[in-house]
């Protein structure tokens, strides 16, 4: 609600109150949006974190309000001006703190200029690449001055980055490749503020990120623990160049991931493939594949396919299937 400028809202909500009965008839379209709107992210919010600009649709049922109880109530039209040059003033102080480097310890300046700039250093002319950041590949464009990606893998969410055509720019590029956990593949370097830079350098990065992988013509509702079984996927190769999952050097490797209701870790299971196989550009693919359910605890679990290629982390590629394993 603080995002939607609370000043205001009380006022509307306030003047609201006070209309007459022909106003709320004449607007309820624009009431019942609005009201709807902020009742639908409450109720997620009891399901799952939310982040407070996704109300910001709220905004437009909230102008066109505010419009039509000004123009019905014209002795509101001076608070309404001042609360909007207050606002204004507020905002742009709030970006000109963000945007300058002042000496304030925003959230925005928690890693700041020299962190970032640390990093191009450390690129020597690569294109750099963060695991499960899309606020640290924004952050680096926005101190240096150049683009940067977020692979993001199974243990984050999707974002803008799967969204973006970034594979002109990444794919078959070499690049710093940016960890969040130290790993054998990885160097480490301490920076003069303590902070701990976990990076590799990665040859003919590969974008695959849009890949779309569905199972087809299996019964996988139920597994039984050791118990090995076939299956049939179809993967969606949306780009204009193949993908060769035998590639020498950093092979594909497509998996199962299988995860537990309140389990933080989730489990990798290893496919095997009937042949070598190139997912052509622009088409589907169909590919036959085996595995052997592990030893772990019996119960529902949700199961999607994912792909890594070489050491690097897998992706998901597929929505989530329930699968019962006893």
């Known amino acids: 609600l603080i995002a939607l400028n609370p000043v205001i809202l009380i006022l509307v909500l306030y003047k609201l109150a006070k209309a007459n009965l022909d106003f709320k008839k004449e607007n309820k379209f624009y009431i019942q949006i609005f009201a709807g709107f902020i009742a639908f992210f409450f109720l997620y919010s009891f399901r799952s974190r ?13 102008t066109i309000l505010v419009f039509k109880l000004i123009s019905d109530q014209p002795k509101s039209t001076t608070a309404y001006k001042y609360i909007a040059i207050c606002s204004i003033l507020f905002i742009l102080s709030i970006r000109t703190v963000i945007s300058l480097e002042l000496p304030f310890k925003t959230e925005f300046h928690k890693r700041g200029k020299d962190y970032y700039m640390a990093i191009h250093k450390l690129a020597k002319g ?38 973006l055509d970034r594979e002109d720019t990444f794919h078959n590029e070499t690049v710093l ?26 040859e003919k990065y590969q974008v695959f990120n849009k890949l779309k992988a569905t199972i087809k013509e299996t019964d996988i509702s139920t597994l039984n623990i050791g118990e090995s079984s076939l299956g049939k996927i179809e993967i969606l190769n949306p780009y204009a160049y193949p993908i060769d999952l035998n590639r020498i050097g950093m092979p594909y490797h497509i998996s199962l991931s299988l995860e537990q209701k309140d389990v933080k870790e989730k489990t990798i299971v290893r496919v095997n493939l009937d042949k070598k196989i190139v ?18 605890n019996p119960g529902t679990y949700k199961l999607q396919i994912v792909i890594q290629s070489g050491y690097l982390f897998p992706k998901v590629i597929s929505k989530k299937y329930d699968v019962v394993i006893s």
């Not at 301490?190 to 902070?195: A, K, P, Y």
Request: aromatic share 16%; glycine share 2%; hydrophobic share 35%.
């Open 177 to 202: 490749f940016m960890s969040n956990w130290s790993s054998s593949h990885f160097d480490t370097l301490r920076l003069e503020s303590g902070e701990l830079l976990r990076y590799t350098t990665v």
């Open 279 to 296: 997912l052509e550009p622009n088409s589907t693919n169909q590919l036959n594949i085996s595995w052997e359910t592990p030893t772990i």
């Open 50 to 62: 939310i982040e407070a600009h996704w109300v910001a649709f709220a905004f437009i049922p909230m």
């Open 126 to 163: 690569k294109k750099v690449v963060f695991v499960n950041s899309y606020q640290k590949a924004s952050k680096y464009n926005f101190y240096t001055g150049i683009e940067s990606f977020s692979d993001n893998n199974v243990s984050y969410r999707k974002n803008q980055y799967d969204i």
